[in-house]
């Protein structure tokens, strides 16, 4: 079974760039997250959405950032102008319903460098 | 502020020893926990988890058990194998929401 899969798997860009990371969630999960992982801060949730709409945003680090998911098979997490703290491993994670004792699926992410 | 905490970065552990990973949390309305392994340059991967309406649950050579008293919850690994080695991850949820909230992790190291 195909898990969730995300590119890039390495992303290296200067400051001020447009950068976008793209995941595709396990067929038939209804749940999909963005969570980033620093050092200081571990594995922290940016946003999550449920068929396709956004429910928790509280994550979101500021206006730079910003998800979609136009339909059940793809969502995208843009960061415009990229900053050098935006540098973290970036997942994406999917699950099948909205409770929380469904475990979440994770991709294995995207390791962001801004220079 | 963090509502789950694990307060050892890593841990090392003798091949076939017991291997028992912490996990502390502050909001007593949660009522699901999970843990989760991660291996370098791999996304975390579900492990195992409990519901907090039961103080123990097993799973082979992983075992959870839940303190609600003390807010507590730790990891048991027998015997703790060189494979086992990694960061693992404690979560909280509550049970009617997604949102997952994820402990800083500890690094098990098991040496052969």
């Known amino acids: 079974d195909a898990g969730v899969i995300q590119s890039p798997r390495h992303e290296v860009t200067e400051m001020g760039q447009e950068v976008t990371l793209r995941c595709k969630p396990i067929?038939?999960?209804?749940?999909l997250f963005w969570y980033r992982q620093t050092m200081m801060r571990g594995l922290e949730l940016l946003i999550y959405f449920n068929n396709n709409v956004p429910i928790d945003d509280s994550g979101m680090p500021e206006d730079r950032f910003s998800a979609k998911m136009p339909n059940a098979s793809f969502s995208t997490l843009k960061i415009q102008p990229s900053e050098p703290r935006d540098s973290a491993v970036y997942f994406c994670?999917?699950?099948?319903?909205?409770?929380?004792?469904?475990?979440?699926?994770f991709g294995d992410g995207t390791r962001l460098s801004i220079l | 502020d963090q509502q789950v905490k694990q307060n050892s970065p890593s841990l090392s552990v003798q091949e076939g020893r017991i291997s028992i990973l912490n996990c502390d949390y502050t909001n007593s309305m949660f009522d699901y926990f999970l843990w989760y392994k991660k291996y370098p340059a791999e996304g975390p991967t579900f492990l195992i988890s409990?519901?907090?309406?039961?103080d123990k649950n097993e799973d082979g050579r992983f075992t959870v058990f839940l303190n609600k008293s003390a807010k507590h919850l730790s990891l048991h690994i027998v015997p703790s194998q060189p494979g086992d080695s990694a960061v693992y991850f404690c979560a909280a949820s509550l049970y009617n929401f997604n949102k997952f909230y994820f402990g800083s992790g500890t690094k098990l190291n098991v040496k052969p």
């Open positions: 409990i519901s907090s309406i039961k």
């Open positions: 994670a999917s699950s099948l319903g909205m409770g929380g004792n469904q475990p979440q699926h």
């Open positions: 067929s038939g999960h209804n749940s």
